[in-house]
C-alpha cells in the first residue's frame, strides 16, 4: 500500500511501501524472464539485461562473435558498456534514454573487430521499462574512417552512408536548410515547412511534442517514432536532435540525425509477439495474462481498484475435434477470440491460456453488473451458427466469474474462485454463466474429497454390484435384473450411487467404474449359466464417458465372447441425455450395432431428459422405461399413462421404476404396464441372494 505523508515543508508527498517495490519489481524481473527466453533464439547478436541491469540472456550469434566474451549470463553487465557509459546505461533503465557505443574486441586469433552496440529500454503495455535489449553490429570495415571523420569530410559522408544516417542542419537564424546527400529515401519523407511534428506519425506526434517540449539548449534528446508518410508504409526512425547556441547563449542552429530502424523494430515485436501471444488467435497468452493479472491486483491493492475476472471454457471442445476434425475446432477457437474481442472493452485483457480455455480481465468496474454486461453479449454472439468447409455447427461456453473489490482481501485466490465458479457451470448443465460465491469453495472441496475417496477405492476393489429384479407382471415371473452400483465403504457400510453420483461427472472415473459394472456384470452372468440360475436378462446402465471412444460396440461384444455370454442375455440402459445429447450419431451407431448382435437397449429415466417421438422412432429402443419421480407423484398419473400407450403402440416394452407399494402396482397393472422394478418385489441384492430370490418368487 502507499501512504501520504507531510515532508518539512509541509507539502504532502506519497510515500510507495517496500512491498509495493518489491511486487512491481517481481513483475518486471518475470516478463524480462519472459522475454529473455526469445532473445535465446533471435537470429542477430542480441543480450538482455533485467531492470537491475543484469545479464539475463544472450542469442547464439551473440556468444558465438565473442561480443563481451567475459560477460556470463546472470553476472553483473561488465565488459558491456565502459566506465565512462555508466551513466548513460541508468538513464536507458530508469529514463528510457537510448544510446549506442563502438566497442572493440579481439578474436581467438588475434584479429580485432569493432561493433556498434546499441542499448534500448524494453517497455510494457503502462510504459514502465522492466530491461535494455542490447543489440550489436560489425563496424569494423568503416570504423577508422568514423574515428578520423573530423578531418576528413569525404570520409564523414562515408560513415553516413554506411551507417545510413541523414543529417538535417536548419539556421534558426536565416531558416536554411541543409540535408546531407546520403539515405536519399529516409530524406524524402524528413522536410517540413514550419512545425517539425509535421514528419511525425499522428499517433506518435503527442509523445514527440512531450519530449522536445522538456529538451533544453545544447541538449540532445532521442526519439523513436513513425514518419508521417502519405504512401501508408510503416517507416520508424532514431531522431537524435541538439540545439546549438552562439557565444551569447542565444539558438542558432538546430542539427538532427535519422536513421532507418523499421527492421530492429519489426524484429522485436516479433520477439514480443512470441513470448507474449498465442499463434492460432493472435491474443495475449498465459504469460502476458498473469503479467496484466499481477497489475490489476496491484491497482487494487494500492487504489482501490474494483475488478473482474472470468474463465470460459468451450463445452463438449474436444467432441467438436473428434467429430469435424481438429480443422474445425480451430476455426471455432479464432471464431470465439473475435466474439471475445467484440463483447468486451478495448482495454480489457482477452487471452487464450491453451487449448479452449479463454480468460478476460477487466479492469476500473463499479458493480457486478460492469462484468455481466459483455457476458450476456458474448453468450449471444455464441447462439450464431459458424460455417465451416460446407458444414454449419453451433457451440456454446460454459463461463465462471468472480468480482475483486476488496482491498484487503488476497486477489491470488481470483483465478482459483473463477475456476470454481467455471466448474459450477459445467455441473449445472453448461452453456450458462456463474458468479462465484464463498459457499462454493467448501462443495468443491468436498468433491475433491470424494473423487479422492473413489479413486482410492478402487484401487482396493471397494466396489461391487447388487441386482434389482424386474417382474412382468402380465406373466407375474422375473424377466431379469439390473445390475446397480454399490460401495462397500470400510466405515460407513453400503453406499448406494448418490452417495457417490459426482464420481460419475469425472471423465476418467465414469471410465473406470462403468468398465468395472460391465466386466463383473458378464462375470456374473457366466457363474449363474454355469450354475444353472436361470436369471432373464441383466441390465448395464452405460454412461456417455464409455461411449465418447467410438469402439463400445466392439468392446461389448469382445467381452461377451471372452465371457460365452449370449448377447441375448445382456440389456443395456442409456439415458435420454445421453443418446440425444452431442455425440448422438456416436452412441446411435453404437447401440444399432449392439442391437443387431442380439443386446437389448432400454432408454432409461423417460421423461426426465428431451428425447422426441422422431428419436424413439429412429433409435432402435425395446424397451422404454419410467423414471420414479412419475409413478411415485400421483399427480402424474396421466403422464404414466400416455408413456405405456405410447410404448404399446410403438411395439415397446414398458418398465416402471420405483414401485414401492400395492397402489402404485394396481394402477400400472390397470394401464397394462409390462414389467415393473421396485422394493415392492424386491430392493437391490447381493449376487449371492439372487438363486434364493429366484426359488422363493411366487411361491
Known amino acids: 500500500m502507499s501512504e501520504t505523508r507531510r515532508t518539512e515543508d509541509g507539502a504532502l508527498a506519497t510515500v510507495v511501501s517496500i512491498k509495493d517495490q518489491i511486487r512491481a519489481g517481481d513483475a518486471a524481473r518475470a516478463r524480462a524472464l519472459a522475454y529473455g527466453a526469445f532473445v535465446r533464439d533471435a537470429p542477430l547478436p542480441a543480450a538482455l539485461l533485467d531492470g537491475d541491469l543484469v545479464l539475463v540472456a544472450a542469442s547464439p550469434a551473440w556468444i558465438a562473435q565473442g561480443v563481451a566474451p567475459d560477460v556470463a549470463v546472470g553476472g553483473d553487465c561488465g565488459g558491456l558498456v565502459g566506465a565512462d557509459d555508466r551513466g548513460a546505461l541508468l538513464a536507458c533503465v530508469q529514463e528510457g534514454v537510448d544510446f549506442s557505443r563502438v566497442l572493440p574486441s579481439s578474436t581467438g586469433d588475434g584479429a580485432h573487430k569493432v561493433w556498434r552496440i546499441e542499448f534500448n529500454a524494453c517497455r510494457d503495455a503502462e510504459g514502465q521499462i522492466y530491461a535494455v535489449m542490447v543489440t550489436a553490429r560489425d563496424v569494423t570495415g568503416y570504423a577508422e574512417n568514423v574515428l578520423r571523420a573530423e578531418r576528413d569530410e569525404q570520409r564523414l559522408r562515408m560513415a553516413l552512408e554506411l551507417d545510413d544516417l541523414l543529417v538535417r542542419e536548419f539556421d534558426l537564424r536565416t531558416g536554411e536548410l541543409y540535408f546531407s546527400d546520403t539515405a536519399p529515401e529516409l530524406r524524402k519523407w524528413c522536410v517540413f515547412k514550419d512545425d517539425p511534428l509535421e514528419v511525425v506519425h499522428p499517433d506518435d506526434r503527442q509523445q514527440c511534442a512531450e519530449v522536445v517540449a522538456l529538451r533544453k539548449n545544447g541538449e540532445a534528446r532521442v526519439l523513436e517514432f513513425r514518419l508521417n508518410r502519405d504512401d501508408g508504409v510503416e517507416t520508424w526512425v532514431r531522431s537524435v536532435g541538439k540545439v546549438f547556441v552562439d557565444q551569447d547563449g542565444q539558438p542558432e542552429k538546430l542539427v538532427n540525425l535519422f536513421k532507418d ?23 495475449p497468452n498465459r504469460a502476458l495474462f498473469q503479467h496484466r493479472f499481477n497489475e490489476a491486483a496491484a491497482a487494487s491493492e494500492a487504489l482501490g481498484e474494483m475488478f473482474g475476472l472470468i474463465m470460459i471454457d468451450v463445452d463438449h471442445f474436444k467432441d467438436i475435434n473428434d467429430t469435424l476434425g481438429h480443422d474445425a475446432g480451430d476455426a471455432l477457437l479464432k471464431r470465439l477470440a473475435g466474439m471475445l474481442q467484440r463483447a468486451f472493452r478495448s482495454g480489457d485483457t482477452v487471452a487464450r491460456l491453451g487449448g479452449d480455455e479463454f480468460a478476460v480481465i477487466l479492469r476500473g468496474l463499479h458493480s457486478e453488473a460492469d462484468m455481466m454486461r459483455p457476458i450476456q453479449t458474448l453468450q449471444a454472439l455464441l447462439r450464431r451458427p459458424i460455417e465451416h468447409a460446407g458444414r454449419s455447427f453451433t457451440a456454446s461456453a460454459s463461463i465462471g466469474a468472480v468480482l475483486h473489490g476488496d482491498p484487503d482481501a488476497d486477489p491470488e485466490h481470483m483465478i482459483k474462485n473463477a475456476d470454481i465458479a467455471l466448474y459450477r457451470a459445467k455441473a449445472a ?271
Not at 535 to 549: C, L, M, P, Y
Request: glycine letters at 8%; one cysteine or more; a negative charge.
Open 261 to 283: 530502424i523499421t527492421d530492429r523494430r519489426r524484429q522485436t515485436e516479433a520477439i514480443e509477439t512470441l513470448a507474449f501471444k498465442d499463434p492460432l488467435t493472435g491474443l
Open 429 to 699: 448443465g453448461r452453456n450458462r454463466s456463474i458468479v462465484f460465491e464463498p459457499s462454493m469453495r467448501s462443495e468443491v472441496e468436498r468433491r475433491i474429497e470424494l473423487l479422492r475417496d473413489v479413486r482410492a477405492a478402487l484401487a482396493q476393489k471397494e466396489f461391487t454390484l447388487f441386482y434389482q429384479p424386474v417382474i412382468d407382471i402380465r406373466e407375474n415371473r422375473v424377466a431379469g435384473f439390473e445390475a446397480l452400483m454399490r460401495w462397500e465403504h470400510p466405515e460407513q457400510g453400503i453406499l448406494t450411487p448418490a452417495r457417490f453420483m459426482l464420481a460419475f461427472e469425472d471423465q476418467e472415473l465414469s471410465l473406470s467404474l462403468g468398465d468395472l459394472a460391465l466386466e463383473e456384470a458378464l462375470g456374473q452372468m457366466r457363474a449363474w449359466l454355469d450354475q444353472g440360475v436361470e436369471f432373464g436378462r441383466v441390465a448395464v446402465n452405460i454412461s456417455a464417458a464409455q461411449f465418447r471412444s467410438g469402439h463400445l460396440a466392439e468392446e461389448i461384444q469382445e467381452r461377451l465372447a471372452r465371457w460365452n455370454v449370449p448377447s441375448q442375455r445382456l440389456t443395456i440402459e442409456v439415458t435420454e441425455n445421453v443418446y440425444m445429447g452431442w455425440g448422438s450419431d456416436v452412441v446411435s451407431e453404437t447401440v444399432r450395432r449392439l442391437h443387431a448382435s442380439g443386446v437389448m437397449i432400454a432408454l432409461d429415466d423417460f421423461g426426465t431428459g428431451y428425447a422426441s417421438l422422431a428419436n424413439l422412432r429412429q433409435f432402435p429402443i425395446d424397451r422404454l422405461k419410467i423414471d420414479k419421480s412419475f409413478v411415485q407423484n400421483a399427480e402424474d398419473e396421466a403422464i404414466v399413462k400416455a408413456v405405456i400407450t405410447l410404448g404399446a403402440s410403438m411395439g415397446m416394452k414398458v418398465v416402471a421404476e420405483g414401485v414401492e407399494d400395492a397402489a402404485q402396482l394396481a394402477i400400472l397393472k390397470r394401464y397394462g404396464c409390462d414389467q415393473i422394478q421396485g422394493y415392492h418385489f424386491g430392493r437391490p441384492m447381493p449376487a449371492e441372494e439372487v438363486a434364493g430370490f429366484l426359488k422363493g418368487f411366487g411361491a
